[in-house]
């Protein structure tokens, strides 16, 4: 069994940035990624970054790129999501995911392992 526990979410002004952090304990398996998805009220949960743990590649929702930072700690089992320039529309619940094996996907029904979420709101 793995468990994600996400942090760092919290209320910010469009333009400033915030850091999401998450980490994983339980079962480590050899070949994973890492990814953040989020859910706005009333909208369907999106992908937004992902990160191949063994490797380092990481994966951008076209929405966030340029934006957005993901990273890992591999001593510390942890991603984190850098998040600058944030807009009010990336107002949502940020979610943490974790993904078993060495394929990328960004569909959120691919996903293992979740997180219980933190909350981003920018105000205009």
């Known amino acids: 069994q793995v468990q994600l526990v996400e942090s760092g979410g919290g209320l910010v002004q469009a333009g400033d940035s915030l850091r999401l952090s998450c980490a994983a304990s339980g079962h480590i398996f050899s070949r994973y990624f890492m990814g953040w998805f989020r859910q706005a009220p009333g909208k369907e949960r999106e992908f937004v970054a992902a990160i191949n743990w063994r490797s380092g590649s990481p994966y951008y929702a076209d929405s966030v790129k340029g934006r957005f930072t993901i990273s890992r700690d591999n001593a510390k089992n942890t991603v984190f999501l850098q998040m600058n320039n944030l807009k009010p529309e990336d107002t949502a619940i940020y979610y943490c995911?974790?993904?078993?094996?060495?394929?990328?996907?960004?569909?959120?029904?691919?996903?293992?392992?979740w997180g219980q979420g933190t909350q981003v709101t920018v105000s205009s």
């Open positions: 995911a974790l993904r078993r094996g060495s394929v990328h996907s960004t569909r959120n029904y691919d996903y293992d392992y």
